[in-house]
């Protein structure tokens, strides 16, 4: 009888711990914002983001930027591809790597919300994050000079944003 009564105490106790956790995460945070690019890091970081709405109940806002800054010059061959064939791409791209992300919080329980804009990724991540939020976001991001350093958006996000930002390696 006395194992039973230990085993219910640790419970109790747990669950205690749990609660008193979310009530912390949901003082301290409003929202947990979710950069998503598509890459392997920035699933593993929104995976890790939405375990933490799952345990806090957090509000989970998925944004993908397509980087129409860079658009016109990036892509040299005029004739090759049109810009608008070419923003058309990207945006429906965009759409997809929000969608595996508010797939991934569905299997979890969590909901999320997800924003397309256009712009200048870090500071169109920027603009969305409020004081009280917290962005969890890749270290590295899609292209082949951010896989080889810390990606320039993410350290953009990092030294400019006014909320705590959370890095997933």
Known sequence: ?????????????????????????K?????II???????IAKKAGKKALVLAKTSGLEVVAIHVVNTPGLPGLYGYQDAISYDEMHKFLQKNGQFYLDEIEKMGKKMGVKVSKK???????EEIIKEAKKNDLIVIGSKGST???RIFLGSVTENVAHHASCPVMIVR
């Open 1 to 25: 009888m006395q194992k039973k009564s230990c085993k219910i105490e640790h419970f109790q106790k747990l669950l205690s711990l749990s609660t008193e956790l979310n009530n912390l995460m």
């Open 27 to 31: 003082n301290e945070f409003g929202r």
């Open 34 to 40: 979710i950069p998503t690019d598509g890459s392997k």
């Open 116 to 122: 397309l804009v256009e712009g200048h990724p870090a």
């Open 144 to 146: 082949a000079l951010e």
